[in-house]
C-alpha cells in the first residue's frame, strides 16, 4: 500500500520529477597555471638537464597533454644529491625552532595556495577535486604543521637526547597520493634535519614541482628540498647513490624488493611502505549503515588507487545477502565522472598501464568463477575509466582475492566464526591494514590484537593524520610514517 | 498492549507487535547507529554543489514541501488567515511559484485556516495529542485531534510520550499512535519523535519504527519547541528508516524534518540526504515536508535571485 495519494496539493505534483539531476558544477582550472616545460629543481633553482631527457604528463581523464617535464639523468641525480649534501651541513645545525619555523611557512603556503593544489592534482591524477580539495591537500598541510612542531622536541621523540639527524634522504613516491606523499616524506625529513632529493611518480609528476615553488616562496635553504622528475631508473639511480643516507620508497612491493636488494651491504636506513590487501570485516551486529559507507569509501576512495584500500570485503555469512544487497544499492548513487566537477565521486584511472592490469585482473576473477557486479554507467569517451566492480563469490584461492588489483574492485568473501575471520584476514602475504565493524567494543579490541596489519581501522576506514604512525606487516613493507614512530626512521641516536 | 495493535502493523510486523516483550526486542534488534560514521556521511553530503538548473528545481521543491507553520500563544484568526494567503501564493508577483505543503496550527484555528484556504489544495496540520510536550491522557489527546479532524484538518501532527518511550514503555507509546490513527481518520498522521529529547540515534532509530509499525503516515523530527530541532544526520536515520520500512513491507511512509531549518542552503542540503539516502522516489511533498516559519522567506528570495540576478530585500515580500 502507498500512501502517495494522500492530500496531495494539485498545483505542485508537475513539480515531481523521477530524479533531481544536479546541474554540472565545475572546478575553474584557470586558478592553476601549468608551464608547458619543467626543469628540475635543484639547489634552490631551477636548472635544466645534464644527462637526461624529456617527456609528458597526460591529464588521464581527457588524455590530453598537460606539459612535459625532465627525465632526470644520473648526473642531474648526482648534483641534486651534491646539493642535499651540501645544505646538510648547515640545515642540520640550525636552531630547531628557526626548522620548525620553515615547515610552519610551508604549511601556511600550501594551505593559502590549496585551490592551486588541489585543482593540479585532479587534473595530473585523475582523482576527483572533491578528494583533493577535502582530502588530500588539507592533510599534505597537516603533516607540515604537526612536523614542525617536532622540529625543536626530537629530545622527546624516543631516541634519547640530542638525536641525530641521518643525512641527505632519497625518496621516491607513487603516483596516487602525490602531493600526500610528498608531504609523508619530506615534513618528518626536514623536520629531524635532513635534506632531501625527492623523485615523484612518473605520472603525476606536477603538484611536487609546484611545492618546488612553495620553497622558495617559503625562503627554505637552498638544497635542502631537490626535486628530480622522471622515470623508474631515475629513481633507481637516486636509491643507490651513494651519497644517500637514506631511502624512503612508498610503491609496489616489486619495486620494494628491488630497493631492498640495491641497498642491502650499504649503511643505507630504509623504509619501504608497499602493497596491501586489506581485510574489511563486517559482523553481523556492525551498524550496517556505516558499514556499508565503510565499505565504499575503503575501496572505491581514490578509485581504489590505496595501498590500504579494503579490497577484500570479508562478511559475516548470516548477513551476506543484506550487505551485498546494502552495498550495491548505494553503489548506485555513486557519481563518475569528470574528476574537476565537484560532485564526482569517482574520477578516471591514473593511467593506461593501470587500467590495462585492472581489466586483465577482473577478467582474471570472472574466468575463476567469481560473479562480477558493476555500476550501470556510461563512460567518458576520452581518459581512463573502469566502472565500480565488485565480486561475489569469491575464495581465497582466487587471484582477485590473493593480488592487489589497485583499483575500484572490490571481493567479498565470508566467515562464520571471529576466528575464521582472523585466520582469512592474515591468510595474505600482505599485511598493511584491516578493518573491523562491529557495535561490540570487546571484539574490536581483541581483532585489532590478532590482526597481523600496521593499522586496524575499527567502524571506519582509510582515515589518515599525522599523528598515526603508518606502516606494514610482511610484503607491506617495514618502518612507520607519521607520530612518533615516524620520526625514528629520520633520526639515529646521539653519538 | 491490546487487540489495537495488530490492527496498527503491516503483516510483516505482526509478529513484532504482538506483545510489549516482542515489540521491545525487535526495537532493540535493530541494528545500531554509529554516530561517528553517520555524521561523516551527512557532512560529506553537505559537499554536493547544487547550481544553476538543479538548483532552480530545488528550492520550487522545497517551497512547494513547507509546512508553513505558526505555533504560538499569540496566534489569531488574523495571523492565520494572513499565513493561508502567503502558502497559497507565496510569490504574489509570480502564478509559476507553487504553494506550500500545507499551513500548521493549534487546534482550534484549523476551521479558520480551512476556510482560508478553500479549495487551493493547500492542506491544514493541526498539531495535536498534547502538543509539544504529550503530557496529558490519552483521553485529552484523542480529544485534542478530535477536535483538529472534526474542524476539518488533512493532517494531524501527533507527539509521541517521550516519557514512556525513555523508560521503555513501548507498547504504550505504540498503542497511543494506534489510537491517534484512528482518531485521524483519513487525516495523514504525522508522528512528532522530538528527537531532541530522545537524543540518541539509536533511540531515533527504535522510535521511528515504533511510529512506522503503529501505522503513522510520517515520521517527524520535532516540535520546534526543544533546541536540538530538525539535524541533518537525525534526518538521515528517519529517512533510512522509511526506506527500510518500505523494503520489508512494500508501504512507502515519509519523513518532516521541523524547526531551526531557515536557509535555501540548508534546505538543497536536506533535498540531497532525501535523494541520497532514502532514493529520489521520496522527492515529493507526499513523503518529505520542511516544517519551518522563515524558511519559506529565504527560499523566494533565492528563487528570485536565481531568475532575476538580482537578490533583492525582504520588504518586497508579503510577510505573514
Known amino acids: 500500500m502507498a500512501r502517495t495519494d494522500l492530500d496531495t496539493p494539485t498545483s505542485v505534483t508537475d513539480l515531481v520529477t523521477p530524479t533531481w539531476e544536479y546541474a554540472p558544477a565545475p572546478q575553474a582550472t584557470d586558478v592553476v597555471s601549468i608551464a608547458a616545460t619543467n626543469d628540475l629543481f635543484i639547489g634552490g633553482d631551477w636548472v635544466s638537464t645534464r644527462d637526461g631527457s624529456t617527456t609528458a604528463t597526460l591529464n588521464p581523464a581527457t588524455e590530453e597533454q598537460l606539459a612535459t617535464y625532465t627525465v632526470a639523468g644520473p648526473a642531474d641525480v648526482d648534483a641534486a644529491v651534491a646539493a642535499a649534501r651540501t645544505a646538510f651541513a648547515s640545515w642540520s645545525r640550525l636552531r630547531p625552532a628557526t626548522r620548525g619555523a620553515h615547515l610552519y611557512r610551508i604549511a601556511r603556503i600550501m594551505q593559502e595556495r590549496a585551490r592551486e593544489f588541489a585543482v593540479l592534482e585532479s587534473l595530473d591524477n585523475g582523482k576527483p577535486i572533491r578528494e583533493s580539495r577535502d582530502v588530500d591537500v588539507p592533510t599534505a598541510a597537516a603533516h607540515f604543521f604537526y612536523h614542525a612542531g617536532w622540529a625543536d622536541k626530537l629530545d622527546w621523540a624516543g631516541l634519547g637526547p640530542g638525536p641525530r639527524p641521518l643525512g641527505v634522504a632519497g625518496q621516491v613516491i607513487p603516483w596516487n597520493f602525490p602531493l600526500l606523499m610528498l608531504a609523508w616524506k619530506i615534513a618528518p625529513a626536514l623536520a629531524c634535519g635532513n635534506t632531501v632529493v625527492l623523485k615523484p611518480a612518473e605520472t603525476t609528476p606536477l603538484t611536487a614541482l609546484l611545492f618546488a615553488e612553495v620553497c622558495q616562496q617559503a625562503d627554505l635553504p637552498p638544497g635542502v628540498v631537490n626535486i628530480v622528475t622522471g622515470d623508474g631508473d631515475t629513481g633507481a639511480h637516486l636509491v643507490s647513490h651513494d651519497g644517500v643516507d637514506k631511502v624512503a620508497f612508498t610503491g609496489s612491493t616489486a619495486v620494494g624488493k628491488a630497493i631492498a636488494r640495491q641497498v642491502a651491504g650499504s649503511d643505507k636506513k630504509v623504509t619501504l611502505e608497499l602493497g596491501g590487501k586489506a581485510a574489511n570485516i563486517v559482523f553481523d551486529d556492525a551498524a550496517m549503515d556505516q558499514a556499508v559507507e565503510g565499505i565504499v569509501n575503503g575501496i572505491f576512495f581514490n578509485q581504489g588507487h590505496v595501498c590500504c584500500a579494503g579490497s577484500r570485503l570479508l562478511v559475516q555469512e548470516n548477513v551476506h545477502e543484506e550487505v551485498v544487497?546494502?552495498?550495491?544499492?548505494?553503489?548506485?548513487?555513486?557519481?563518475?565522472?569528470?574528476?574537476?566537477d565537484k560532485n564526482t565521486d569517482i574520477g578516471a584511472i591514473n593511467s593506461s598501464d593501470q587500467l590495462g592490469r585492472i581489466t586483465?585482473?577482473?577478467?582474471?576473477?570472472?574466468?575463476e568463477g567469481a560473479t562480477k557486479w558493476e555500476l550501470d554507467c556510461a563512460l567518458p569517451t576520452n581518459g581512463f575509466w573502469f566502472r565500480p566492480t565488485?565480486?561475489?563469490?569469491?575464495?581465497?584461492?582466487?587471484?582477485?582475492?590473493?593480488?592487489?588489483?589497485?583499483?575500484?574492485?572490490?571481493?567479498?568473501?565470508?566467515?562464520r566464526t571471529p576466528d575464521e575471520a582472523v585466520a582469512k584476514a592474515n591468510n595474505t602475504p600482505y599485511g598493511l591494514s584491516a578493518g573491523v565493524w562491529t557495535e561490540k567494543g570487546s571484539r574490536i579490541l581483541e581483532m585489532a590484537g590478532r590482526l597481523r596489519a600496521g593499522v586496524v581501522w575499527a567502524n571506519t576506514f582509510n582515515r589518515f593524520d599525522p599523528t598515526s604512525p603508518f606502516g606494514g606487516y610482511k610484503e607491506s613493507g617495514y618502518g612507520r610514517e607519521g607520530g612518533r614512530h615516524g620520526l625514528s626512521a629520520y633520526l639515529k641516536p646521539a653519538a | 498492549m491490546s487487540v489495537t495493535a495488530r490492527q496498527g502493523a503491516p503483516p510483516e510486523l505482526l509478529e513484532a507487535t504482538r506483545s510489549e516483550a516482542a515489540l521491545r526486542s525487535f526495537l532493540h534488534g535493530l541494528g545500531g547507529v554509529d554516530a561517528v560514521g553517520l555524521e561523516t556521511r551527512v557532512a560529506g553530503l553537505a559537499t554536493r554543489s547544487i547550481k544553476k538548473d538543479a538548483k532552480l528545481a530545488g528550492i520550487d521543491l522545497a517551497i512547494a514541501m513547507v509546512d508553513l507553520t505558526?505555533?504560538?500563544?499569540?496566534?489569531?484568526?488574523?495571523?492565520?488567515?494572513?499565513?493561508?494567503?502567503?502558502?497559497?501564493?507565496?510569490?504574489?508577483?509570480?502564478?509559476?511559484?507553487?504553494?506550500?505543503?500545507?499551513?500548521?496550527?493549534?487546534?482550534?484555528?484549523?476551521?479558520?485556516?480551512?476556510?482560508?484556504?478553500?479549495?487551493?489544495?493547500?492542506?491544514v496540520a493541526a498539531v495535536a495529542t498534547a502538543f509539544p510536550a504529550g503530557r496529558s491522557s490519552l483521553e485529552v489527546k484523542i480529544a485534542d485531534t478530535t477536535l483538529a479532524v472534526e474542524a476539518g484538518a488533512s493532517e494531524v501532527d501527533m507527539v509521541i510520550d517521550r516519557g514512556a518511550f525513555l523508560s521503555g514503555r513501548y507498547g504504550q507509546v505504540f498503542d497511543e499512535i494506534v489510537a491517534a490513527r484512528e482518531a485521524s481518520g483519513n487525516a495523514k498522521l504525522k508522528v512528532i519523535l522530538e528527537t531532541g529529547e530522545l537524543a540518541t540515534y539509536d533511540n531515533v532509530r527504535r522510535a521511528s519504527w515504533l511510529a512506522l509499525a503503529a501505522g503513522g503516515d510520517v515520521i517527524k523530527t520535532?516540535?520546534?519547541?526543544?533546541?536540538?530541532?530538525?539535524?541533518?544526520?537525525?534526518?538521515?536515520?528517519?529517512?533510512?528508516?522509511v526506506?527500510?520500512?518500505?523494503?520489508?513491507?512494500?508501504?512507502?511512509?515519509?519523513?518532516?524534518?521541523?524547526?531551526g531549518i531557515r536557509t535555501s542552503k540548508d534546505a538543497l542540503r536536506y533535498l540531497v540526504l532525501v535523494q541520497e539516502v532514502a532514493g529520489p522516489g521520496w522527492l515529493t511533498p507526499d513523503l518529505f515536508r520542511f516544517g519551518a516559519s522563515s524558511l519559506l522567506d529565504d527560499l523566494l528570495l533565492?528563487?528570485?535571485?536565481?531568475?532575476?540576478?538580482?537578490?533583492h530585500s525582504a520588504d518586497y515580500l508579503p510577510m505573514a
Open chain 1, 325 to 340: 544487497d546494502r552495498l550495491t544499492e548505494r553503489l548506485g548513487t555513486l557519481r563518475l565522472g569528470d574528476p574537476l
Open chain 2, 302 to 311: 533565492q528563487r528570485t535571485s536565481q531568475r532575476t540576478g538580482r537578490y
Open chain 2, 243 to 259: 526506506r527500510d520500512f518500505a523494503r520489508l513491507t512494500g508501504e512507502v511512509r515519509g519523513v518532516k524534518a521541523a524547526g
Open chain 2, 70 to 123: 505558526t505555533l504560538e500563544g499569540q496566534d489569531t484568526p488574523g495571523k492565520v488567515r494572513a499565513l493561508c494567503a502567503k502558502g497559497i501564493h507565496p510569490d504574489p508577483g509570480d502564478d509559476d511559484c507553487p504553494s506550500v505543503a500545507a499551513i500548521c496550527v493549534y487546534p482550534d484555528l484549523v476551521a479558520t485556516a480551512v476556510e482560508a484556504l478553500g479549495d487551493s489544495g493547500v492542506g
Open chain 1, 360 to 367: 586483465d585482473l577482473v577478467a582474471a576473477g570472472e574466468a
Open chain 2, 222 to 241: 520535532s516540535t520546534g519547541k526543544v533546541s536540538p530541532a530538525a539535524t541533518r544526520p537525525v534526518t538521515a536515520v528517519l529517512l533510512q528508516a
Open chain 1, 390 to 415: 565488485v565480486f561475489t563469490g569469491v575464495e581465497q584461492s582466487h587471484t582477485i582475492a590473493t593480488d592487489e588489483i589497485f583499483g575500484p574492485v572490490l571481493s567479498v568473501l565470508t566467515f
